[in-house]
C-alpha cells in the first residue's frame, strides 16, 4: 500500500501535563492493511488515548498512528479467561465485558479511556502494586507488527527478550495489535473504602506497609504541609464488597490534553492548595467508611476533573520515584529539607507499596513509589533537578513515563536496565523506524 492511501495528515499533539507540543504527520488506521503502508523509513510511533504525561506518542517528524480504531474484543477463552482484545480498546470498554461476567481486570490505571495498548506500552500500574504487580503482568500474549517481520505473536515464553522489551517499552519495538489478557474473577461489584487520616508521609508509609493484602492501598498527601507533618494527608485501604454504593454512578468528563488546559492560568496556589486538600481530608475520613461503585473506586479522578484543570494552561509537573525500602526514611526525610529550601508549588503528594523484579524502563521493582505533582513553574524546575540528584543519591528509579523532562543522564544512570533495553530496541528495529520525543530525549 503507498503512503497515499494511508491518509496522512497534519495535527497537534501535547502531553496530558502541558509540557511539549509537537505539529506532525497523522495516521488513523481503521483497516490492517493501513499498518502495512509503505512509509519507507518515515519515523513512526503507535498512539492510543493520548493521555500521557510524556510525549512517549509523538514527535516532530514522526508520523503518529493512532490505534483507537482497533478496538475489538475478539476472543475469550472461559476455561482459562483469557481475552484477545485490540489494542486500541479501552479499559472502560474491556470493563463494561467483563463485570456482567464476574470478571475484572487484575490491575487498572487511573483513567477509564486508557486503551490497552497504552497499558502496555508503558506497563501502567494499579491501587496496589505490591499484591498485584504491574498490567503486563497479567498480558499473556501479544501481536506486534513491524514493516521488517510483519504480524508477528510473542509469549514471554517463547520470545522473552521481545516480550519483555515491548512491555513497557514505550511502543519502542513496533505496533502492539492486539493483546491477550488474563482475567480474574470479580468476587463483587463494588469497593468498601476507609480513609484514615495520617500526620506525615513516614506515617502513611508504615500504614501502607499494613495493608499489604487490600485489594486497594494508596495514599494522597497535601503538598503545602512543611516540617513535622510534612505529608499530612490520607490513606485509603479498601476491599471488594456487595454493599450497595452510598450514590448513583453518575456520567463523567471526557478529559484530554485540550480539556485539561482551557483555563489560561494556574488556579493551584498555597491557599487553594491547602484549602482543598482540608476540605476533601475532612469529607474523606468524618463518619464510617464509604462503599463506592468499581468505576469510582478504581477511577477516582474520571469525575473529579477539577484537579487537573485547575492547572490550566501553563500545565503541571509530576515526577515519581520508586524508593527502596530500606531508604524510605532517609528519602523522605531529604525530601522534606528539599521542599522546604526552594518552596516548589507542590499540590499533591501520595504514596503505593510495589514488588515484583525490574524490566525494560517501566515502573516495576520492589520499594514504595513516591509522586510529586507540581503547577509547573521556575521553582518547579529547580526542584526537579534537585529531586534528580536526591533519586540518583537514594537508588530511586524515575518513571520515564511521567516525567516529561526526565534527561538522558539521570534515565542513564538511575533505569536499571537502561542499557539492556536500548540494546534490545536496537537488536529489534535496527533502522529505528519506531521513535518519539521521549526515545529521543533519553537518548534510546
Avoid at 493520548?50 to 506518542?57: H, P, T, V
Avoid at 473506586?297 to 530500606?326: N, S
Wanted: with cysteine; net charge positive; proline share 5%.
Amino acid at each position: 500500500m503507498s503512503t497515499s492511501e494511508a491518509v496522512l495528515r497534519q495535527s497537534r499533539f501535547m502531553t496530558f501535563d502541558g509540557a511539549v507540543s509537537a505539529v506532525t504527520a497523522h495516521q488513523r488506521p481503521d483497516r490492517y492493511r493501513h499498518l502495512e503502508a509503505d512509509l519507507g523509513l518515515r519515523k513512526r510511533i503507535a498512539r492510543g488515548a493520548g493521555l500521557s504525561y510524556s510525549a512517549a506518542s509523538f514527535g516532530e517528524g514522526v508520523v503518529v498512528q493512532e490505534m483507537t480504531a482497533f478496538d475489538r474484543l475478539l476472543a475469550f477463552d472461559e476455561s482459562t479467561r483469557m481475552l484477545k482484545v485490540e489494542a486500541g480498546a479501552t479499559l472502560e470498554r474491556v470493563l463494561a465485558w467483563a463485570h456482567p461476567r464476574s470478571l475484572r481486570l487484575a490491575v487498572v490505571p487511573g483513567y477509564p479511556r486508557i486503551t490497552i495498548g497504552g497499558c502496555i506500552a508503558a506497563d501502567v500500574h494499579g491501587k496496589n502494586p505490591l499484591r498485584d504487580g504491574t498490567f503486563c503482568d497479567w498480558v499473556e500474549a501479544l501481536t506486534i507488527f513491524h514493516p521488517a517481520r510483519g504480524f508477528r505473536s510473542i509469549t514471554h515464553a517463547a520470545d522473552p527478550e521481545a516480550f519483555e522489551a515491548a512491555c513497557g517499552g514505550f511502543g519502542l519495538t513496533g505496533l502492539i495489535v492486539d493483546a491477550t489478557l488474563r482475567l480474574v474473577p470479580a468476587g463483587a461489584r463494588n469497593v468498601k473504602l476507609e480513609a484514615h487520616g495520617s500526620g506525615s508521609l513516614a506515617e502513611a508509609a508504615e500504614r501502607l506497609q499494613q495493608a499489604a493484602d487490600s485489594d486497594f492501598a494508596y495514599s494522597w498527601h497535601d503538598g503545602t504541609s512543611r516540617g513535622a507533618r510534612f505529608g499530612n494527608g490520607i490513606v485509603f485501604i479498601g476491599r471488594w464488597t456487595d454493599e450497595r454504593p452510598s450514590r448513583s454512578t453518575r456520567a463523567y468528563f471526557a478529559m484530554s490534553s485540550a480539556a485539561r488546559a482551557r483555563w489560561p492560568l494556574s488556579m493551584w496556589n498555597r491557599a487553594t492548595v491547602w484549602a482543598a486538600n482540608s476540605i476533601y481530608r475532612h469529607l474523606a475520613t468524618t463518619g464510617p467508611a464509604r462503599v463506592q461503585s468499581a468505576f469510582d473506586a478504581e477511577f477516582p479522578f474520571a469525575r473529579q476533573t477539577f484537579y487537573h484543570r485547575m492547572y490550566g494552561r501553563p500545565g503541571l509537573a509530576e515526577m515519581q520515584l520508586l524508593v527502596p525500602q530500606d531508604r524510605l526514611p532517609q528519602f523522605i526525610e531529604r525530601l522534606a529539607k528539599v521542599v522546604a529550601d526552594i518552596d516548589p508549588p507542590l499540590v499533591l503528594m501520595s504514596m503505593k507499596r510495589f514488588a515484583g523484579r525490574t524490566h525494560s524502563l517501566a515502573m516495576s521493582g520492589t520499594g514504595m513509589l513516591v509522586a510529586l505533582d507540581l503547577a509547573r513553574s521556575d521553582a518547579t524546575a529547580r526542584f526537579a533537578t534537585a529531586i534528580d540528584a536526591l533519586a540518583l543519591d537514594m537508588g530511586a528509579q524515575p518513571n520515564a513515563v511521567k516525567d516529561s523532562r526526565l534527561p538522558a543522564q539521570v534515565a542513564a544512570a538511575a533505569l536499571p536496565h537502561y542499557a539492556r533495553f536500548r540494546d534490545r530496541i536496537h537488536s529489534l528495529d535496527p533502522d529505528r523506524l519506531y521513535e518519539s520525543e521521549l526515545s529521543r530525549r533519553l537518548e534510546l
